[in-house]
């Protein structure tokens, strides 16, 4: 659902929530969520690998964003659009870097 649209309090199943379509519903079910309440306190990310390993590839990062968003708004925060979140996103997942050099370590 679009985020604008959203009303917490009208939130009941998965395409209630913001960002969430039919297809990432069905995805949603695939790695045991059912119901949106089932998103509090879950590690987004965690539950992104789920899904990778759950569909034996990896899937498109914007997925992980869209978790994050979900995981987030029933944790609390206002709702958003899946994009709010994908620099957060880049930044959690940037490889370590050598503070000297500003380059990756390895």
């Keep these: 659902m679009n985020p604008a649209k959203v009303k917490r309090e009208s939130v009941v199943s998965l395409t209630d929530?913001?960002?969430?379509?039919?297809?990432?519903?069905?995805?949603?079910?695939?790695?045991?969520?059912?119901?949106?309440?089932?998103?509090?306190?879950r590690s987004p990310y965690e539950l992104y690998e789920?899904?990778?390993d759950r569909t034996g590839s990896?899937?498109?990062?914007?997925?992980?964003?869209?978790?994050i968003s979900i995981v987030r708004f029933m944790d609390g925060e206002e709702p958003r659009p899946w994009y709010a979140f994908t620099e957060e996103r880049k930044r959690t997942l940037r490889p370590p870097t050598d503070s000297r050099r500003g380059t990756p370590r390895r």
Aim: neutral net charge.
């Design 17 to 41: 929530l913001p960002n969430i379509g039919k297809a990432m519903a069905a995805d949603l079910r695939l790695i045991g969520i059912d119901e949106p309440g089932q998103l509090r306190g």
């Design 50 to 52: 789920r899904l990778c």
């Design 58 to 67: 990896r899937q498109d990062p914007c997925v992980l964003d869209t978790f």
